[in-house]
Nanobody, 129 residues
Framework: QVQLAESGGGSVRAGGSLKLACTAS????????MAWFRQAPGGEREAVAV???????NYADSVKGRFTISKDNTKNTLTLQMNALKPEDSAMYYC???????????????????????WGQGTQVTVSS
């Protein structure tokens, strides 16, 4: 069973930055479809950023230009660099991984697919105004 462990969450002021990390227990997981999701209290879980096997990415419109998803295969680690944070970015952030490449919609990694095989426990991000 693959395990995903997130870290890097915390509390910052609006305009600040955080870098989340997700470490996989199995090296092959990082090489497949990986994503970051978030869920605010009372809200639905939504995809924030997706990274496919070939390096292609997709982002939620609300974070484009501010967040960057990347991975380090040598460290089995997926990261999410979050800049210019806003109070509405406050949520529990989850790492997700799948057994294969991303589902594509119009040639881009899907932002609506939620059937990932592996999920982390989440890390809290709180942005104050």
């Amino acid at each position: 069973q693959v395990q995903l462990a997130e870290s890097g969450g915390g509390s910052v002021r609006a305009g600040g930055s955080l870098k989340l990390a997700c470490t996989a227990s199995r090296s092959t997981t990082i090489s497949k479809c990986m994503a970051w999701f978030r869920q605010a209290p009372g809200g639905e879980r939504e995809a924030v950023a997706v990274l496919d096997m070939d390096g292609s990415t997709n982002y939620a419109d609300s974070v484009k230009g501010r967040f960057t998803i990347s991975k380090d295969n040598t460290k089995n680690t997926l990261t999410l660099q979050m800049n210019a944070l806003k109070p509405e970015d406050s949520a529990m952030y989850y790492c997700a991984g799948d057994r294969w490449g991303c589902t594509l919609i119009s040639g881009r990694p899907s932002m609506v697919y939620v059937g990932y095989a592996y999920w982390g426990q989440g890390t809290q991000v709180t942005v104050s105004s």
